[in-house]
């Protein structure tokens, strides 16, 4: 059931309905909210897998089925992230080898390094 449909059950609305949950003079009455939330994951679940398992006549019913399973299944994700929802993905990061080499040289200060010494070798050139 809908927190709108809990509203209009009372004669209320929506926001009546998160009054009433979230009065400070009530502080006990949030928990309960947040466990039935989580218990009405199971129940999306339930249904979303009984919408499948229902006979579909045509390629339009077993996509209508598809869509409905589908969003029952990612209502029952918010709900209950912890055994519905979608792991969180690692992030990426790419790498531009260039364009750390081209900064790394930018930055680098430039030094003149002195001329190697090369002793001078006696040698012979013989007449072939």
């Known amino acids: ?15 009546l309905v998160y009054k009433y949950v979230n009065d400070p003079k009530h502080p006990d009455r949030r928990p309960l909210f947040q466990k039935a939330r989580t218990d009405s994951a199971d129940a999306l679940a339930e249904d979303a897998m009984e919408i499948l398992d229902a006979h579909a006549d045509d390629s339009v019913d077993v996509q209508r089925a598809n869509n409905r399973a589908s969003h029952r299944r990612w209502l029952a994700g918010l709900r209950d992230r912890a055994g519905f929802g979608t792991k969180a993905e690692v992030g990426t ?14 930055g680098a200060q430039r030094v003149a ?9 006696e040698f012979t050139v013989e007449d072939v």
Do not use: C, D, W, Y
Not at 93 to 106: P, S, T
């Open 1 to 15: 059931m809908t927190v709108k449909a809990i509203g209009a059950t009372f004669k209320g609305s929506r926001q």
């Open 93 to 106: 990061q790419q790498l531009n080898i260039g364009e750390l080499h081209l900064h790394a040289l930018q």
């Open 113 to 121: 390094l002195p001329a190697p010494v090369i002793p001078e070798a």
